[in-house]
C-alpha cells in the first residue's frame, strides 16, 4: 500500500493566506491535512518598547510567556525590552516574571519560565539616546550568535503615537531596520493611527520611508483576528443569511459599541480625540465594513482588504450633519448603583472641554446591496453596560394573516452579531404564545462561541504576536482604510468643531437625547443597551 | 447535584436528567458532544476525572460504561451528575450480568442529538474499535496503546483494523514533538541521509515518530531504547553532521545543529486531560494517522 498522492490533500481551509509559500522550499514535515501540528514561529528576536506600560505586564509579557507554554515559539527565541530604566537583564526578567505570573492564561511551569529567561534581555536608555540604540543593535546581534535567532526581528512599539518618529528613526539610524537581504524585519503599532487625515498621513511617512508596507503591522487588538473571521464565516460559510443581507429584507443596521467605564486614567490621551475618533473611526467603521461588504474573491489578507476598501469608499455622510450626528458628553450620575462624577469633572479635563464621549452617526452606503438602507453608529462611555454588537433589523413580513392585536406585541427581526462580551450571535423572531389564544411575541435564539466548541479563543495578543512572528499578513488595516476611515470622519469632525458643542447625559443613561432624536426622525430607535 | 439511579432504565434517566437541569435552572442547550468512556470500576475515576477537565469550559455528556459481575442477572444501575464538575451532564452507567454486552442499547437512547460522539478507551481497547458496538456509534474512537501490555503490537493490530475516525493517544502524545520537528526543518537543512528514535523499550509514541518520520522524509529511521522517561531524543545523521533534539528530564529539549549555537525549547509531557482535550478538538478523520500507522505496519512485515 502506498501513501496517497499528495496532490489529494485539501487546500487548507480557513487558514488566512500562507506566507512566503512560493519562497521557501516545502518542508515535508507539514502537511496541510496534519491539523494537529500548529504554526509556529521560526527564529526570531521580539525587541519591545514601552516595556514599563500597563499594556506589556499585563497583555503582551504574559503573552509571550502563554505562546512559549503552547510551544509555539521556537528554539532560542530571545526578548528584548527597552525603556528608561536602570535595570540589569536579571531585572527586567524579574518583572516579566511577576507580570506572567500574574496575568499568564495558562498555567506557570518552571521549566518553561526557566528556558524563556535565558532570553530576556534589557537595554536601558531614552529614545533620543543614539548610544542606547547602538547597544540595542549590538545586543540583537549577540543574540543571534548565542542563541541563533538568525537575524530576525520584531520590534514592538507600545509606546505614545508621538515618539514614533523618534523611535523608527533610530532603529534606521542605528542599522537595525535593515536587514541587508538576512533575515526579516517588522513593526509593530497600536491604534491611534493620526487623529484626522493629515495627521495619519504623517504617520505613515514616517514608517514607511523605513520599513516596506508589508512589515508594518497595524494591531487593533480590540477587534481581534478571531472576530473578523467569525463574521467571515458567518456571512460566506452560510447558505441562509446571504440571500437576505441585502436592502430588499434589511430595514436598517445598527452598530454599538457601549462602554460602563468614564475615561479612567487616560484623560491626557482622551481630551481632544473623543469618542468618534477613539473607537468610530477603527473599530465600528471595520465593524461596517465586514457587514456591508461583498463577498471577497479569496479568504485572504489581500482580497479582503480589496472588499473592504471598496464599501468603505461607498459610504455616504448624511446631507444635514446637524441632524445625521449626535454627540455628547457624560454628566454626574449613577452608573451601576455607583455615583460617579462627569467627564468636566475627571482629572486632567479642562472644564470648558468638548470633546465629546458619546458619538451617533447615520450613515448610508451607496451600493446596489444597501441602497437606503441607513447604518447607525453609535460609540459612547458611561452607559448602562459594557457591549459590542452588530445588529440587523428586518423590515416587517409584508403581510401578516393575523389580526392585529395578535400581532400586537410582535417586532422587528433581528440578527445581532455579539462582539462582546459572551461572543455569539442571537436571531430574534416572533413565536406563538402558549395558550388558546393566537398571539405572536418575540424571542431570541441565542448561539455563544464559548460554548460551543471544545476549545477556547485564543487571548487577542497571542494570536497577534503569533502572526507577527510568523510573518502572516495582517487582517488590519493598511494605510488605505485608515485614511478612507478618516475620509468619512473628518467632515463630522470639522461640523462639530465649527457648530455644535456635546450635550450633556447623565452618566448610566443610553445617551443624550439628540441620539434618541436622530432614530426618532427616521421613525426607527436605538437597541436597549 | 448527584442522582443514583438503581435498577434502572434509560427513559427513567432521561426523565431524572431532564428534572435536574430544572431544578439547577438551565435548559440542556450548547451541548457540544458525547463522550462514551469504556472502563471499569477500576479506572473510572481518573478517566471521568480527566475528561470533565477536557470539557471543563464547553459542556459535553460523559457517559461512562462500567462492566460489572458479568455472570448475575442483567441490571443497570446509573449515577448522574449535573453541575458538579463543569458545565456538562455526567452519567456513570453500571451494566450488569448479560447486559453488558448490550451496553449499546443503553448507550443509543441516551446521545445527545445532534452533536458528534466519541468513544473512548482508557485502558483495554477492543482489536478493531470500528466494530465494536460502543465503537459503531462514534464518528471518533480513541484508544490508548501504551496502555497494551505489548504496546507495539497493539498498534500493529489496530493499523489492521484502522476505520476512518480512529485514533490513539500514543499518536496524540507525539504532537508536541512532531511540531518542534516540524518546526527544526522551517529552516534550510542539509539533506537528511537518515534518523534515530530513542525511547523506553515499550513506548509506541517512539514507535509512531520513527514512522511518521520514515514516510514524510523518505529515509530510515531507527528505533533505539533509552532509559525514558518517554521519548528522549530524535536526531538525523545529515550531510554536514548530526542535527538533535535531546530531552533527557522530560521537560526541556535541546536543539544541536553542527554550526550553530544549542537552543533550548520546553517540551513537557502533557496530562491525559491535555490529550483528550486535543482529540476532542478535530472530528474529522486523521489522515496523517493512518498513513503512519501504515508505515509502521509495512515497516514491521
Known amino acids: ?529 | 447535584m448527584t442522582i443514583d439511579l438503581t435498577d434502572t432504565t434509560t427513559a427513567a434517566i432521561h426523565e431524572a436528567l431532564t428534572q435536574a437541569r430544572r431544578r439547577m435552572g438551565g435548559p440542556a442547550s450548547g451541548m457540544v458532544l458525547t463522550l462514551i468512556i469504556v472502563t471499569d470500576e477500576a479506572d473510572q475515576y481518573d478517566a471521568v476525572r480527566a475528561a470533565s477537565h477536557a470539557g471543563r469550559e464547553h459542556p459535553s455528556r460523559i457517559l461512562a460504561v462500567i462492566t460489572r459481575k458479568p455472570k448475575s442477572d442483567s441490571r443497570l444501575d446509573a449515577e448522574i451528575r449535573v453541575g458538579e464538575t463543569g458545565p456538562g451532564e455526567t452519567i456513570l452507567l453500571r451494566m450488569y450480568g448479560p447486559l453488558g454486552e448490550h451496553a449499546d442499547s443503553v448507550v443509543a437512547p441516551l446521545l445527545a442529538p445532534d452533536v458528534p460522539v466519541v468513544t473512548w478507551w482508557p485502558d483495554e481497547a477492543p482489536r478493531s474499535p470500528g466494530s465494536d458496538r460502543l465503537g459503531a456509534v462514534a464518528q471518533r474512537r480513541v484508544t490508548d496503546a501504551a496502555a497494551a501490555d505489548a504496546p507495539r503490537d497493539m498498534l500493529l493490530t489496530l493499523a489492521k483494523s484502522y476505520q476512518p475516525g480512529d485514533t490513539d493517544l500514543s499518536w496524540t502524545r507525539s504532537t508536541p514533538w512532531r511540531s518542534l520537528l516540524a518546526a527544526t526543518l522551517d529552516q534550510p537543512y542539509p539533506e537528511i541521509l537518515s534518523g534515530e528514535v530513542l525511547a523506553e523499550p515499550t513506548n509506541p509514541t517512539a514507535d509512531l515518530i520513527a514512522a511518521w518520520l520514515g514516510t514524510r522524509l523518505g529515509i530510515e529511521v531507527r528505533r533505539g531504547e533509552s532509559a525514558g522517561p518517554g521519548v528522549t531524543e530524535v536526531s538525523f545523521t545529515t550531510q554536514d553532521g548530526q542535527v538533535t533534539i535531546s530531552r533527557p528530564d522530560g521537560r526541556t529539549a535541546t536543539l544541536s545543529w553542527p554550526g550553530r549555537p544549542e537552543r533550548r525549547v520546553a517540551l513537557h509531557r502533557r496530562d491525559t486531560d491535555d490529550l483528550v482535550a486535543e482529540e476532542l478538538r478535530r472530528l474529522e478523520p486523521d489522515e496523517v494517522y493512518a498513513e503512519t500507522l501504515r508505515a509502521l505496519a509495512r515497516g514491521s512485515s
Open chain 1, 1 to 529: 500500500m502506498t501513501a496517497e498522492p499528495e496532490g489529494l490533500a485539501p487546500a487548507s481551509p480557513g487558514v488566512i493566506a500562507e506566507v512566503d509559500a512560493a519562497a521557501q522550499p516545502r518542508n515535508p514535515l507539514r502537511d496541510p491535512r496534519d491539523r494537529r501540528i500548529p504554526r509556529v514561529a521560526g527564529p526570531c528576536v521580539l525587541v519591545m518598547f514601552g516595556v514599563t506600560g500597563d499594556l506589556a505586564r499585563k497583555k503582551l509579557m504574559p503573552a509571550v510567556y502563554d505562546l512559549a507554554n503552547r510551544g509555539l515559539l521556537p528554539p532560542g527565541f530571545s526578548f528584548v525590552g527597552f525603556a528608561r530604566r536602570d535595570w540589569a537583564d536579571e531585572d527586567f526578567a524579574q518583572v516579566t516574571y511577576q507580570a506572567v505570573k500574574e496575568y499568564a492564561r495558562t498555567p506557570f511551569r518552571d521549566a518553561v519560565w526557566e528556558q524563556l529567561s535565558e532570553g530576556v534581555r534589557f537595554v536601558s536608555g531614552s529614545f533620543s539616546d543614539d548610544a542606547a540604540f547602538d547597544e540595542l543593535a549590538e545586543c540583537v546581534h549577540k543574540l543571534d550568535a548565542e542563541r541563533g535567532t538568525g537575524g530576525n526581528y520584531a520590534f514592538y512599539l507600545s509606546i505614545p503615537p508621538s515618539q514614533f518618529p523618534t523611535v523608527v528613526q533610530q532603529l534606521k539610524r542605528s542599522g537595525l531596520s535593515d536587514s541587508h537581504g538576512r533575515g526579516w524585519r517588522r513593526v509593530v503599532i497600536e491604534k491611534p493611527f493620526g487623529h484626522d487625515l493629515a495627521s495619519a498621513r504623517e504617520l505613515n511617512a514616517t514608517l514607511d520611508g523605513v520599513f516596506p508596507p508589508e512589515a508594518v503591522f497595524r494591531i487593533d487588538h480590540y477587534l481581534g483576528k478571531e472576530t473578523v473571521q467569525n463574521i467571515l464565516a458567518l456571512r460566506f460559510a452560510n447558505e441562509m443569511y446571504e440571500p437576505i443581507w441585502n436592502r430588499g429584507y434589511v430595514d436598517h443596521v445598527q452598530i454599538t459599541m457601549a462602554e460602563d467605564i468614564g475615561i479612567g486614567g487616560r484623560a491626557g490621551y482622551y481630551d481632544g480625540i473623543g469618542a468618534a475618533r477613539d473607537v468610530m473611526q477603527n473599530h465600528l467603521l471595520q465593524l461596517l465594513a465586514l457587514t456591508a461588504m461583498e463577498e471577497p474573491v479569496a479568504f485572504d489578507a489581500d482580497s479582503l482588504r480589496m472588499e473592504k476598501e471598496k464599501v468603505l469608499s461607498a459610504v455616504r455622510l448624511p446631507a444635514d450633519l446637524a441632524t445625521g450626528t449626535a454627540r455628547g458628553q457624560y454628566a454626574a450620575g449613577w452608573q451601576g448603583g455607583r455615583q460617579v462624577g462627569g467627564f468636566l469633572e475627571e482629572d486632567g479635563i479642562p472644564p470648558d472641554s468638548r470633546t465629546e464621549t458619546y458619538a451617533a452617526l447615520r450613515l448610508g452606503v451607496d451600493t446596489r446591496r444597501w441602497a437606503g438602507v441607513p447604518f447607525y453608529l453609535r460609540a459612547g462611555k458611561r452607559l448602562p453596560r459594557r457591549m459590542t454588537e452588530i445588529a440587523l433589523i428586518f423590515q416587517r413580513a409584508p403581510h401578516l394573516p393575523f389580526s392585529a392585536t395578535d400581532t400586537e406585541e410582535l417586532g422587528q427581526n433581528a440578527l445581532v452579531i455579539r462582539i462582546q462580551p459572551d461572543e455569539g450571535i442571537t436571531v430574534r423572531f416572533g413565536s406563538k404564545v402558549p395558550g388558546t389564544a393566537m398571539e405572536v411575541r418575540d424571542v431570541n435564539m441565542d448561539f455563544a462561541y464559548g460554548e460551543s466548541f471544545t476549545e477556547s479563543s485564543p487571548e487577542a495578543y497571542e494570536r497577534l504576536l503569533l502572526d507577527v512572528l510568523i510573518g502572516d499578513p495582517p487582517l488590519f488595516p493598511r494605510q488605505q482604510e485608515v485614511e478612507l476611515g478618516w475620509r468619512i470622519l473628518d467632515p463630522v469632525e470639522d461640523f462639530w468643531a465649527t457648530y455644535s458643542k456635546p450635550e450633556q447625559y447623565p452618566a448610566g443613561s443610553a445617551g443624550p437625547a439628540s441620539a434618541e432624536e436622530l432614530m426618532a426622525q427616521d421613525g426607527r430607535a436605538w437597541r436597549r443597551l
